[in-house]
Nanobody
Protein backbone atom coordinates (compact mmCIF):
# COMPACT_ATOMS: atom_id res chain seq x y z
CA UNK A 1 0.00 0.00 0.00
CA UNK A 2 1.04 3.55 -0.74
CA UNK A 3 -0.37 6.58 1.03
CA UNK A 4 -0.31 10.00 -0.62
CA UNK A 5 -0.89 13.27 1.23
CA UNK A 6 -1.23 16.53 -0.68
CA UNK A 7 -0.75 20.06 0.60
CA UNK A 8 -0.43 23.57 -0.77
CA UNK A 9 -3.85 24.27 -2.21
CA UNK A 10 -5.77 27.45 -1.54
CA UNK A 11 -7.21 30.64 -2.95
CA UNK A 12 -5.11 32.71 -5.33
CA UNK A 13 -5.79 35.63 -7.67
CA UNK A 14 -5.55 35.22 -11.44
CA UNK A 15 -1.94 35.48 -12.52
CA UNK A 16 -0.70 34.23 -9.18
CA UNK A 17 1.27 31.13 -8.23
CA UNK A 18 0.89 28.13 -5.96
CA UNK A 19 3.03 25.10 -5.27
CA UNK A 20 1.42 21.78 -4.48
CA UNK A 21 3.30 19.05 -2.64
CA UNK A 22 2.53 15.36 -2.27
CA UNK A 23 4.36 13.10 0.15
CA UNK A 24 4.29 9.35 -0.39
CA UNK A 25 4.60 6.82 2.42
CA UNK A 26 4.19 3.09 2.89
CA UNK A 27 5.48 0.70 0.23
CA UNK A 28 7.24 3.36 -1.82
CA UNK A 29 10.07 1.33 -3.29
CA UNK A 30 8.12 0.32 -6.39
CA UNK A 31 6.63 3.71 -7.26
CA UNK A 32 7.40 4.44 -10.89
CA UNK A 33 5.24 7.30 -12.05
CA UNK A 34 3.88 10.13 -9.94
CA UNK A 35 1.65 12.88 -11.10
CA UNK A 36 -1.21 15.28 -10.63
CA UNK A 37 -4.78 15.13 -11.88
CA UNK A 38 -7.59 17.60 -11.40
CA UNK A 39 -11.35 17.43 -11.32
CA UNK A 40 -14.23 19.89 -11.33
CA UNK A 41 -17.83 19.04 -10.37
CA UNK A 42 -19.60 16.91 -12.96
CA UNK A 43 -16.47 16.29 -15.01
CA UNK A 44 -13.92 13.53 -15.28
CA UNK A 45 -10.60 13.59 -13.53
CA UNK A 46 -8.01 14.79 -16.04
CA UNK A 47 -4.25 14.50 -16.17
CA UNK A 48 -2.36 17.69 -15.38
CA UNK A 49 1.22 16.42 -15.32
CA UNK A 50 3.20 13.28 -14.56
CA UNK A 51 6.85 12.42 -14.05
CA UNK A 52 8.91 9.28 -14.32
CA UNK A 53 10.85 7.68 -11.50
CA UNK A 54 14.16 9.26 -12.52
CA UNK A 55 12.55 12.59 -13.29
CA UNK A 56 13.77 12.62 -16.87
CA UNK A 57 10.38 12.13 -18.51
CA UNK A 58 7.49 14.48 -17.95
CA UNK A 59 4.11 14.91 -19.61
CA UNK A 60 1.77 17.88 -19.38
CA UNK A 61 -1.76 18.63 -20.41
CA UNK A 62 -1.78 21.14 -23.26
CA UNK A 63 -3.74 23.57 -21.10
CA UNK A 64 -0.93 23.90 -18.56
CA UNK A 65 2.19 23.66 -20.72
CA UNK A 66 4.52 26.57 -20.11
CA UNK A 67 2.77 27.51 -16.87
CA UNK A 68 3.06 24.43 -14.64
CA UNK A 69 6.17 22.47 -13.74
CA UNK A 70 6.25 19.05 -12.13
CA UNK A 71 9.27 17.87 -10.18
CA UNK A 72 10.18 15.01 -7.91
CA UNK A 73 12.50 14.54 -4.94
CA UNK A 74 12.90 10.81 -4.36
CA UNK A 75 14.98 11.36 -1.24
CA UNK A 76 11.94 13.06 0.30
CA UNK A 77 9.38 10.80 -1.41
CA UNK A 78 7.73 13.97 -2.65
CA UNK A 79 6.35 15.25 -5.94
CA UNK A 80 5.70 18.94 -6.53
CA UNK A 81 3.57 20.93 -8.92
CA UNK A 82 4.62 24.54 -9.39
CA UNK A 83 1.71 26.44 -10.86
CA UNK A 84 2.34 29.90 -12.33
CA UNK A 85 0.16 32.34 -14.26
CA UNK A 86 -2.91 30.72 -12.79
CA UNK A 87 -6.24 31.20 -14.52
CA UNK A 88 -9.81 30.87 -13.21
CA UNK A 89 -10.18 27.74 -15.34
CA UNK A 90 -7.44 26.10 -13.28
CA UNK A 91 -9.86 26.01 -10.37
CA UNK A 92 -10.36 22.37 -9.38
CA UNK A 93 -9.59 19.73 -6.81
CA UNK A 94 -6.06 18.52 -7.49
CA UNK A 95 -5.23 14.88 -6.78
CA UNK A 96 -1.81 13.34 -6.38
CA UNK A 97 -1.31 10.05 -8.20
CA UNK A 98 1.21 7.23 -8.03
CA UNK A 99 1.67 4.14 -10.16
CA UNK A 100 3.44 1.39 -8.30
CA UNK A 101 4.36 -2.21 -8.96
CA UNK A 102 6.49 -4.59 -10.95
CA UNK A 103 4.61 -7.63 -12.26
CA UNK A 104 1.24 -6.19 -11.21
CA UNK A 105 0.57 -2.47 -11.24
CA UNK A 106 -1.56 -0.43 -8.88
CA UNK A 107 -2.92 3.12 -8.91
CA UNK A 108 -2.90 5.18 -5.74
CA UNK A 109 -4.60 8.51 -5.09
CA UNK A 110 -4.38 11.23 -2.50
CA UNK A 111 -7.40 12.80 -0.88
CA UNK A 112 -7.26 15.93 -3.03
CA UNK A 113 -6.55 19.58 -2.37
CA UNK A 114 -8.72 22.47 -3.54
CA UNK A 115 -7.21 25.15 -5.76
CA UNK A 116 -9.38 28.20 -6.39
CA UNK A 117 -8.30 30.96 -8.76
CA UNK A 118 -10.51 34.00 -8.32
CA UNK A 119 -10.30 37.74 -7.81
Amino acid sequence: QVQLVESGGGLVQPGGSLRLSCVASGNIDNIEIMGWYRQTPGKERDLVARISRNGLTTNYADTVKGRFTISRDNAKNTVYLQMNSLKPEDTAVYYCYALSGSVSWYDYWGQGTQVTVSS
